[in-house]
């Protein structure tokens, strides 16, 4: 019988390059993060996105019309949910 990360292998076969890339904090704690139904890991990737956008980006509320920063903040919050 298959070990379930044998298994998972078969189905996921680049699932050790993805978590060393993206994941690399559960990567070195050979951890697996299965409680992800309100406290999803974020990704590197998705990670440094952030970063950059908090870094050079004044934010504002996306449910307020009262600043350029509001009103840009809604643009891209509905751009991305079309997308």
Known sequence: MMEIKEQLMT?????????????????????????????SQEPMTVLKKMYH???YNLRGSNHS?????????????TAAREK
């Open 11 to 39: 189905i996921f076969p680049d699932q050790d390059k993805i978590r060393q890339k993206d994941f690399p904090l559960l990567d070195s704690l050979n951890r697996v993060y299965l409680d992800n139904t309100a406290t």
């Open 53 to 55: 956008f908090r870094r």
């Open 65 to 77: 019309e009262n600043s350029e920063e509001a009103k840009n903040y809604d643009h891209l919050v």
